[in-house]
């Protein structure tokens, strides 16, 4: 479940039936590119580093901008970012 603090961050989705662990990619990108701290504190609660850097090394939908910022954060290098790579 989604806290009702979040919940605005899953504006397109049907939040009554959303399980944030079925769709752990989905979950990570929306609180990565648009979470607040307290957004943040419940994706470090809720998900392991390794599914959110794997997040960062396969999801190119991530701004540049976040993608940069998280990179540097869990210390991923950016030729490993998806949205960061060239091409991408």
Sequence with gaps: MIP???QPLFWD???ET???AAYPEYTIL???EFGDENAV???RRTFTTLQ???VL???RRLSRRSANFWALVYG???DQVAALRQGG
């Design 4 to 6: 009702d603090s979040i």
């Design 76 to 78: 991923v290098p950016v």
């Design 18 to 20: 959303f399980d944030p």
């Design 41 to 43: 504190a419940w994706l």
């Design 30 to 32: 929306r609180i990565l």
């Design 57 to 59: 090394r396969s999801e």
């Design 13 to 15: 989705i049907p939040l």
């Design 52 to 54: 959110i850097t794997q």
